[in-house]
């Protein structure tokens, strides 16, 4: 279950970050755009860790099951 709860935080994650990109390819105001990039590498640093998450997750599993 908590695979599951990583997962859809980072389809949230994910989510915002293509709502701000649309925003950045859309919005012509400079300082906005810029904190719009701001955002989205923050973002994908925030990504990277869920994936990295979930990866660790999966690889905990694939120890138990060898275990047994």
């Known amino acids: 279950m908590k695979e599951l ?4 935080r980072w389809l949230y994650t994910f ?5 701000l990109l649309l925003l950045a390819l859309v919005v012509d105001v400079g300082w906005i755009k810029k904190t719009i990039w701001i955002l989205l590498a923050i973002i994908g640093a925030v990504a ?6 979930m990866y660790e997750y999966g690889f905990d599993i ?3 099951r060898k275990k047994k």
């Open 5 to 8: 709860t990583v997962f859809k």
């Open 15 to 19: 989510g915002l970050a293509l709502i």
């Open 48 to 53: 990277a860790g869920y994936s990295y998450q």
């Open 62 to 64: 694939i120890e138990k």
